[in-house]
């Protein structure tokens, strides 16, 4: 069997992450591969260091049609026996476009759970012979807005565990980021953009640094929204207690060494960062929105909180700070949530069964 991939992120984590996962998987299987991604991305990058053919376009988003040309020329060259379309920015639409003049089975891997207009999903989804969602939050949306149950599976993101059990020192750690000895620290991993709700955990800085002197925040990622939560972080005198470390491709020595990963988005398809920190062993306080619940089970592995509430995520957060046993209860389950529900093994057992089941359809 060769299935080619598309994936039009630049970044190495996120779904991209999740691409790579699979490709290496799939390839152990016995499945053939093939990469389309942009020129000088990250996964493209992966791509050539692990020896899968990779083969790269440009493109200008949703509306651009050399896209669509490229796309159409490579899967005619390629001759797979099923298309996998893995994001948004114009892979979805402009693939299924293309992988449809060439009669070739298409999937759709959807990772986000945005409601989209239903005259929109009617059209763009006749496109996709199966789409698989990332959570069941995401599953209920395109069931809500119409699409056959029958054409859905949702299939899980993973988890390689292994690398996250294993920190840095607490020296190292400390050392790293220039904290005092005696520092709790809180930890957000997600691109700074507005719908991962980073104003609602600052919004509770100025109480909680003042009742808990040795507490400190880190957001790790980028994105464009920097300027305005530097200057939000400023106006409240925060300078000292909120470190900005941007991207960082070393997550797996430092998730393990914060006391709490905290997740106040307002939409969020399932939160990679998440499975990551439970993985790591990090309790973890997030909103109940998207599949953010399907990681995240109310006071076992960590808190949930309603989107957009910095009270309740106050709270949540003064809650673990003062129990140190409740954490450690919290460290053990999240790892074995990890383990029983998001392995990398059923993550690419479940794409590997998608694929069988479109073809002999």
Known sequence: MKVLHVEAGQNLYGGARQVAFLLQGLRQAGTEN??????????????????????????????????????????????????????????????????????????????????????????????????????????????AEGVPAQKITCIHSAVDAGPYQHPASREAFLHTFGLPPRAFTLGMIAQLIRRKGHRYLLNTLPVLTRRYPDLYLLIFGKGPLESELKLMVHENDLQERVLFTGFRDDMERWLGCLDLVVHP?????????????????????????????????????????????????????????????????????????????????????????????????
């Open 265 to 361: 988005a307002l939409i969020e398809g399932l939160g990679v960062a998440l499975l990551q920190a439970a993985a790591a062993g990090v309790p973890v306080i997030a909103s109940r929105t998207g599949g953010i619940p399907e990681i995240v089970e109310h006071e076992t592995n960590g808190l949930l909180v309603e989107p957009g509430d910095s009270a309740g995520l106050q709270q949540a957060i003064e809650r673990l700070i003062n129990a140190p046993a409740e954490r450690r209860r919290m460290q053990q389950a999240a790892r074995m949530r990890v383990a029983d529900s998001f392995s990398l093994e059923h993550m690419i057992a479940g794409n590997l069964a998608i694929y069988h089941k479109v073809l002999n359809a």
């Open 34 to 143: 093939v990469l389309v991604a942009p020129a000088g991305s990250d996964i493209a990058r992966f791509a050539t260091e692990q020896a899968i053919p990779c083969r790269t376009t440009s493109s200008a988003g949703d509306l651009d049609l050399g896209f669509f040309w490229q796309m159409k020329a490579i899967m005619k060259q390629e001759r797979p026996d099923i298309v996998h379309l893995h994001s948004r920015r114009g892979a979805d639409v402009l693939g299924g476009l293309a992988a449809g003049l060439n009669r070739l089975p298409t999937i759709l891997s959807r990772r986000v759970d945005n409601p989209e207009p239903k005259w929109q999903v009617a059209l763009k989804y006749r496109l996709y012979d199966h789409i698989i969602t990332i959570s069941e939050g995401i599953r209920r949306v395109l069931l």
